[in-house]
RNA sequence: CGGGAUGUGGCUCAGUCUGGUAGAGCACAGCGUUCGGGACGCUGGGGCCGGAGGUUCGAAUCCUCUCAUCCCGACCA
């Protein structure tokens, strides 16, 4: 392509709107404009970068036995009622009436659809396995859309699901799209890591996320130095160390704590280290007042709460609720003769003669002891996992990590198929529901991940299989005649060997190619000007290292084949 | 939905406190000089200052309401 008959408008400031580096750049680079909050315009040049993606992922999943097909984004209520997810969405799922008043709805996802197939199509074991999949454009009504394309209200996924007879089916097909999701993610050149992901309702250890190793990131990672676990922070189970202590119980003891509500300030004032007070946190639980009880110094993990209570929401209540719910004001709450259902951290459990709130302004209780001062009426893991915890498989060192996830995988089981009567009759003849999977990419976001991982302060830095070019040619002489002719030779003979290449042909000056060319990622760059006329040589100028060398104009585009050869796997 | 911030030409911003009829740089068009790290000079086009109401002789500026965008939180691929 010649850049002067493309569209690839760059800016030279940053715009105001973007913080964080991917928004910015692909903005800057002229891959995107905003249409409004969280919906953007691809422009060619974006758009070419997406659909490297695409075609990478679309190998992959046919390579895995995969069925591309494309569902509609528009899809009408009662089959979410019948998935009974009309209701459970919230406003995330965009709704709307049609001219006939039919309620309709923008599809963030595809559950529904893919069911509806299954049920009138896959009547017999005979007809699965089968996994079929999309690449599409999705809605979901965020609530707040932020960081350019990578949280954006409509997004591009690939969506995939699976049906099988029984669990060890949905396993191979689990496992399948788990391998081709490594295939896909190397191939696009990015660090990352499969981390296992809570699952939610569903239970059990088939869930994993994809994540892009960032320091941008949104979810927080843990990976073990000594072995091969990771899990996203959420779901990393925290092992007790030793038990409960052995010492004597002491008596329960009121003590006068003006003012101190703060964990920090009434240790200072009691003279005690944060691990020998235990806070009382209070949760609403799909609106139920629950208070969980934890060490001073750690934090609470929401996720594990709200499984611990089955609840579909959890949130922290605010004073006021507290209050209300309680009787006590903030700062003063503990679970002795608390009103409200009491839940604890297990390593509450292991301390003794601990400091609680008194559940009465300006007053704590130490001493506290559990069985005996208090119950509670369930004791798990609810609290954040540090690096001061030992990994749980083997007990090793955990580092903590950013990570942006660009991929799930998940075992539906029969939800779907049972609510929405997908069934087929197995080789016994008995009627069974289908078991499924499900398997997202965020397609856009892998783009806009690949950016937060792959940038400099110049621009961006393509791995080459998703760079839109692989090779830019500056003619830095537009006036020259000498210049230009070697410029389009080897254009002509990149085109010639079906190397994506763009001639920077505009009439600019070399330094403003040389800008655009950093900001725009192309891996490799050849510059076509007085070192040619001089010395009759091409500069070759990578990205990535800012290594430079020259060779002669006929040798220059097979060294290049080569080096995109190298980093390309197919 | 709570907290914070910002809306002035395509972009980045000044002007707002202290009201007097709109500016700079970049970008764009023309001409000339330039041409290996986002050139320079001259000339030119482009803005009902987010919107509505109000105060005032007079509002980008003060007041009220509203809309939009961004950030933090909640929430969430």
Redesign the pocket.
């Known amino acids: 392509m010649r850049y002067s008959q493309t569209f690839i408008p760059?800016?030279?400031?940053?715009?105001?709107?973007a913080?964080?580096v991917s928004?910015r750049l692909m903005l800057?680079a002229g891959f995107i404009r905003?249409l409004?909050?969280?919906i953007y315009t691809y422009l060619p040049y974006g758009l070419a970068a997406i659909r490297n993606v695409e075609q990478i992922v679309r190998e992959e999943m046919n390579r895995a036995g995969a069925l591309e097909l494309a569902m509609p984004m528009v899809q009408p209520a009662d089959l979410w009622k019948e998935s009974g997810r009309y209701e459970k969405y919230g406003p995330?799922l965009l709704r709307f009436t049609d001219r006939h008043d039919r309620e309709s709805c923008l599809g963030p996802t595809h559950e529904e659809v893919i069911t509806d197939i299954a049920r009138m199509e896959l009547h017999s074991y005979r007809d699965v396995p089968v996994n079929f999949y999309q690449i599409q454009t999705?809605f979901?009504d965020?609530?707040?859309?932020?960081?350019g394309l990578?949280?954006?209200r409509e997004?591009i996924?690939k969506d995939a699901y699976s049906f099988d007879v029984d669990d060890a089916g949905a396993s191979e097909a689990y496992q399948k799209m788990y391998d081709a999701y490594c295939r896909i993610f190397e191939r696009c050149g990015l660090r990352y890591r499969a981390v296992q992901a809570d699952s939610g309702a569903i239970g059990g250890n088939f869930s994993h996320?994809f994540m892009v190793l960032a320091d941008t990131g949104?979810d927080t990672i843990v990976i073990c130095k000594d072995c091969e676990y990771a899990a996203n922070m959420e779901k990393a189970e925290v092992k007790l160390r030793g038990g409960k202590a052995d010492a004597a119980l002491l008596d329960m003891e009121k003590v006068e704590t003006p003012g101190k509500r703060k964990v920090n300030s009434v240790c200072e004032f009691m003279q005690i280290s944060p691990s020998q007070l235990v806070k009382t946190m209070v949760y609403l639980a799909d609106g139920e007042p629950v208070a969980v009880l934890l060490r001073g110094d750690r934090e609470v993990e929401?996720v594990k709460l709200a499984n611990l209570l089955g609840a579909v929401?959890?949130?922290?209540a605010e004073d006021k609720q507290v209050f209300d719910a309680t009787g006590v004001p903030t700062g003063y709450l503990g679970p002795v003769g608390i009103s409200i259902k009491v839940v604890a951290d297990q390593e509450v459990m292991t301390m003794t003669n601990f400091v609680v709130g008194a559940n009465e302004k300006n007053y704590h209780l130490k001493n506290v002891n559990s069985g005996r001062d208090f119950e509670v009426s369930a004791v798990a893991d609810l609290r954040q996992i540090t690096t001061d915890d030992p990994c749980p498989v083997c007990g090793g060192t955990l580092e903590l990590t950013q990570g942006i996830?660009?991929g799930?995988v998940f075992k539906l089981g029969t939800k779907y198929s049972e609510a929405m009567k997908a069934m087929f009759v197995d080789a016994d003849g008995e009627e069974k529901p289908l078991v499924m999977g499900c398997y997202?990419i965020?397609v856009?976001?892998v783009v806009a991940a690949a950016i937060e991982q792959n940038h400099d302060n110049?621009g961006i830095i393509f791995p080459v299989p998703i760079a839109p070019y692989k090779v830019t040619v500056l003619n830095?002489?537009t006036?020259d005649e000498t210049i230009t002719a070697a410029a389009e030779k080897l254009y002509q003979e990149l085109k010639n060997r079906k190397i994506e290449v763009l001639l920077d042909d505009r009439d600019?000056?070399?330094?403003?190619k040389?800008?655009?060319a950093?900001?725009l990622g192309i891996p490799y760059r050849l510059?076509?000007?007085?070192?040619?006329l001089n010395n009759g040589v091409i500069?070759l100028?990578n990205r990535r290292s800012g290594e430079k060398s020259e060779y002669p104009l006929d040798q220059v585009v097979s060294v290049i084949e080569q080096e995109i050869a190298s980093q390309t796997t197919s």
């Open positions: 760059t800016l030279k400031e940053n715009p105001a709107e913080q964080v928004h800057r905003k409004t909050s969280g995330e999705k979901r965020e609530i707040r859309p932020r960081f990578m949280r954006g997004f996924m996320e949104e929401e929401e959890v949130e922290i996830e660009v799930h997202g965020g856009s976001r110049d830095l002489g006036n600019e000056r070399p330094g403003a040389f800008k655009d950093e900001l510059n076509v000007g007085k070192s040619y500069e100028v």
